[in-house]
T-cell receptor, first 114, second 113 residues
Framework: SQTIHQWPATLVQPVGSPLSLECTVE??????LYWYRQAAGRGLQLLFY??????ISSEVPQNLSASRPQDRQFILSSKKLLLSDSGFYLC?????????????FGNGTRLTVT | GESVGLHLPTLSVQEGDNSIINCAYS??????FIWYKQESGKGPQFIID?????DKRQGQRVTVLLNKTVKHLSLQIAATQPGDSAVYFC????????????FGTGTRLKVLA
């Protein structure tokens, strides 16, 4: 069965520090991978998605970047965190090579920038 | 824990009763819809999905109804249990052939003992 791992679960970082959140998927090949941010009382905001190694689509101009160095690894990064980067970050995967398949989410990272 | 769900509409249901959670979707071109359950501190969990060529789909204790005429989606939970307490939200694919899903803000379900 497929599993998705996302870490760390919580993170407190000072303003101006770098960020690296990692997500890995097991049990499937060539998945579509996503990074979302969830704000209280709001729907999930798509930040990045990837349909293959090295392919990254950015949805929202911001202080963040994403990379996919391996088929089942997705990394969210920032060189210098802002206070506004605080939030709940979710990684997700879906079956590749097709549309209309559900997203499967990790358990998220709660990021607090102080 | 996760603070998502603050200021969300809340549905309170007695344990054992049926729950109906509603969602109005935004894009008439959407042809695929998903319901998720999110417990505090966790990521959203897939419950059930439906394609636009169907108007009803059943799973274990859950039923999703789709009314394309009024762009309305509902999730019915039979014999609601305490473990069903969570935030529920719907998602639509926005248009055919896209990887981008549009998510609703959610409804909090509280199960009363």
């Amino acid at each position: 069965s497929q599993t998705i791992h996302q870490w760390p679960a919580t993170l407190v970082q000072p303003v101006g520090s770098p960020l690296s959140l990692e997500c890995t998927v097991e049990g499937t090949s060539n998945p579509n991978l996503y990074w979302y941010r969830q704000a209280a009382g709001r729907g999930l905001q798509l930040l990045f998605y990837s349909v293959g190694i090295g392919q990254i689509s950015s949805e929202v101009p911001q202080n963040l970047s994403a990379s996919r160095p391996q088929d089942r690894q997705f990394i969210l990064s920032s060189k210098k965190l802002l206070l506004s980067d605080s939030g709940f970050y979710l990684c997700a995967w879906s079956v590749g090579q097709g549309y209309n398949s559900p997203l499967h989410f990790g358990n998220g990272t709660r990021l607090t920038v102080t | 824990g996760e603070s998502v769900g603050l200021h969300l509409p809340t549905l309170s249901v007695q344990e054992g009763d049926n729950s109906i959670i509603n969602c109005a979707y935004s894009n008439s071109a959407s042809d695929y819809f998903i319901w998720y359950k999110q417990e505090s501190g966790k990521g959203p969990q897939f419950i059930i999905d439906i394609r636009s060529n169907m108007d009803k789909r059943q799973g274990q204790r859950v039923t999703v109804l789709l009314n394309k005429t009024v762009k309305h989606l509902s999730l019915q939970i039979a014999a609601t249990q305490p473990g069903d307490s969570a935030v529920y939200f719907c998602a639509e694919n926005g248009s055919v052939g896209t990887y981008k899903y549009i998510f609703g803000t959610g409804t909090r379900l509280k199960v009363l003992a």
